[in-house]
């Protein structure tokens, strides 16, 4: 069973920074996609950051040039770095692993940025 825990969420004003972290207890971390995903209530769940196994990343355009993922094999752990935050980027940040036909997610941690 694949646990994934997020953590560095907050409240923060705009223009600032947050980082998340998402741990994942997974022997397939190395050669899994990570992916950030957030969710605004009564929303659709959207895409925000991914990267692939070998590093390559790609980004929604409301978090170009904003935001940065990235991963740490060692650790197990992928990243989140949000700089220049905005209200609209309020939401449940939930990570994801993808490998094929497996797929998890963590439970989320709450991001709120006031104007």
């Known amino acids: 069973q694949v646990q994934l825990v997020e953590s560095g969420g907050g409240l923060v004003q705009a223009g600032g920074s947050l980082r998340l972290s998402c741990a994942a207890s997974?022997?397939?971390?190395?050669?899994?996609?990570m992916r950030w995903y957030r969710q605004v209530p009564g929303k659709q769940r959207e895409l925000v950051a991914a990267?692939?196994?070998?590093?390559?990343?790609n980004y929604a355009d409301s978090v170009k040039g904003r935001f940065t993922i990235s991963r740490d094999n060692a650790k197990n752990t992928v990243y989140l770095q949000m700089n220049s935050l905005k209200p609209e980027d309020t939401a449940v940040y939930y990570c994801?692993?993808?490998?094929?036909?497996?797929?998890?997610w963590g439970r989320g941690t709450q991001v709120t940025v006031s104007s």
């Open positions: 997974a022997s397939i971390f190395s050669i899994s996609d």
């Open positions: 994801n692993l993808y490998l094929g036909i497996r797929d998890y």
């Open positions: 990267i692939t196994s070998r590093g390559t990343t």
